[in-house]
């Protein structure tokens, strides 16, 4: 399970690099949801979102689908979110905080 992992994340880096105009400040993050689901974070700086997310999200439209057809010839099922480190940065905040708030 993580060969099909490495291959599709290996994948999803070159297509987004050869997009994005600061490919030094990206990051890829990859969950493994269960045996056949994968979830991709592509965290990038806040310019290139919107070169990733493209005209009403058409550009990623097309790399989901990309990923998720490469996903399928391997039996897994992927999921892809593209966010800036500000949006990381806050989502994991907000983590942290409801940890705090459970304990």
Partial sequence: MQEIAEKLRDYLQYVAVQLID??????????VEDETHFRFRLIVDSDDVAILIGKNGFTA???????????????????????????????????????????
Avoid: W
């Fill in 22 to 31: 600061n490919p030094e400040k990206a990051e890829l993050r990859v969950a």
């Fill in 61 to 103: 439209s097309a790399i989901r689908s990309l990923l998720k057809a490469s996903a399928e010839k391997h039996g897994v099922q992927v999921s892809l979110l593209i966010h800036s480190h500000e949006d990381e940065q806050r989502r994991l905040a907000a983590l942290e905080a409801a940890e705090i708030i459970e304990e």
